[in-house]
């Protein structure tokens, strides 16, 4: 059983800055790759960073040179953070963790998501 609370969202002007964390509690183990997805009202959700279990980094293009993700191995939390944001990175933002199991079985993890709004 593994459980993702997400935390760090909530209003901020255009150009401002947040940051946003996620802690995992559980059977941690076996962790393939942490990230942060988001979904705005009526749109797909979509990959905006991950990180995988060697440290290798991903980013959606909308977001690079702006966004930043993070590791913290030792307190299982991954964060993101978020500088210079616009109106267009308004959406629930989610987090998420891949476990392998077996080679037959990987799973994925899913926060309950926090608001990001980004408005003047």
């Known amino acids: 059983q593994v459980q993702l609370v997400e935390s760090g969202g909530g209003l901020v002007q255009p150009g401002g800055s947040l940051r946003l964390s996620c802690a995992a509690s559980?059977?941690?183990?076996?962790?393939?790759?942490m990230g942060w997805y988001r979904q705005a009202p009526g749109k797909q959700r979509e990959l905006v960073a991950g990180?995988?279990?060697?440290?290798?980094?991903n980013y959606a293009d909308s977001v690079k040179g702006r966004f930043t993700i993070s590791r913290d191995n030792a307190k299982n939390t991954v964060y993101l953070q978020m500088n210079s944001l616009k109106p267009e990175d308004t959406a629930v933002y989610y987090c998420n963790m891949i476990i392998q199991y077996s080679v037959w079985n990987e799973y994925n993890y899913w926060g309950q998501g926090t608001q990001v709004t980004v408005s003047s």
């Open positions: 990180i995988t279990n060697s440290g290798t980094t």
């Open positions: 559980g059977n941690i183990f076996n962790v393939n790759a």
